[in-house]
């Protein structure tokens, strides 16, 4: 069982970043793959960016790449999300997710669920 919250959303001007922080509970939080995914109201939930267990392979989806950067520290149980150069269309609700699985772009491989949190850009 792996229990996850999610901090560091908010009001930011476009352009400007923010850092989010997903802190996981449990011992095994280093077997698995963590992402980002976010919703924006009326729209799907989509993938943002994943990392393998150990952090040696990052991915991204194309609307972020060169933005956004995905992290973790397995020592405190935390994935983070660099994100700068932020757009108005960034502006969702941010998820992160854990998965044993291997094909992390997909939602439907993830396990675990945190409670999100809003992250707003105005322009």
Known sequence: Q??????????????????????????????????????????????????????????YADSVKGRFTISRDNAKNTVYLQMNSLKPEDTAVYYCAATLGVVVTLRGVYDYWGQGTQVTVSS
């Open 2 to 59: 792996v229990q996850l919250v999610e901090s560091g959303g908010g009001l930011v001007q476009a352009g400007g970043s923010l850092r989010l922080s997903c802190a996981a509970s449990g011992r095994t939080f280093s077997s698995y793959a963590m992402g980002w995914f976010r919703q924006a109201p009326g729209k799907e939930r989509e993938f943002v960016a994943a990392i393998s267990w150990s952090g040696g392979s990052t991915y």
